[in-house]
């Protein structure tokens, strides 16, 4: 399962199973924001980082 994350400058997000959910906390850490129409809008600099889930022992 892939996993997302939002990185600035200076500030990295935590891992989220959903895209969504890494979008909904991105304001958090000054990555973006949702507009008045659920769509993201993300910064200048901000980088999305995957991964592949680790699996749990």
């Known amino acids: 399962m892939t996993q997302y994350r939002?990185?600035?400058e200076k500030r990295q997000g935590k891992w989220y199973d959903?895209?969504?959910q890494a979008q909904a906390y991105a304001e958090r850490i000054?990555?973006?924001f949702l507009d008045a129409k659920?769509?993201?809008v993300a910064y200048r600099g901000t980088i999305l980082e995957k991964r592949e889930k680790p699996?749990?022992?």
Do not use: D
Request: no cysteine; net charge positive; glycine share 20%.
């Open 55 to 57: 699996l749990s022992a």
């Open 18 to 20: 959903r895209l969504s």
């Open 6 to 8: 939002f990185v600035t």
């Open 38 to 40: 659920g769509r993201f």
């Open 30 to 32: 000054g990555a973006g």
